[in-house]
Nanobody
Framework: QVQLVESGGGLVQAGGSLRLSCVASTPSFRLNTMGWYRQAPGKQRELVATISSGGNTFCVDFVKGRFTISRDNTVNTVYLHMNNLKLEDTAVYYC????????????WGQGTQVTVSS
């Protein structure tokens, strides 16, 4: 069972920045596409960004130009760099593997809360 541990969230003013980290306990980390997802109160979990094993990145339109995703295979960690945060970015952020458009693993970490204030 893969364990996912997210960190780095917090309370930030609109326009501010945060960097989220996620450590994945799987020996195949470097082979997996990884993704960041988020879930706002009362909403379904949604994809935010992905990064392939080769480093190709994808961000959904509502964060494009503000968020970037990166990874460090030496420490099994994927990062989400968030700039120019908006109130609507408030959510719990999770990471998971990503395969064919869906989360790869059934288990999720505890997530990390990001709260953006005005």
């Amino acid at each position: 069972q893969v364990q996912l541990v997210e960190s780095g969230g917090g309370l930030v003013q609109a326009g501010g920045s945060l960097r989220l980290s996620c450590v994945a306990s799987t020996p195949s980390f470097r082979l997996n596409t990884m993704g960041w997802y988020r879930q706002a109160p009362g909403k379904q979990r949604e994809l935010v960004a992905t990064i392939s094993s080769g480093g190709n990145t994808f961000c959904v339109d509502f964060v494009k130009g503000r968020f970037t995703i990166s990874r460090d295979n030496t420490v099994n960690t994927v990062y989400l760099h968030m700039n120019n945060l908006k109130l609507e970015d408030t959510a719990v952020y999770y990471c998971n593997g990503h395969h064919l458009g869906y989360p790869m693993w059934n288990s999720w970490g505890q997530g990390t809360q990001v709260t953006v204030s005005s």
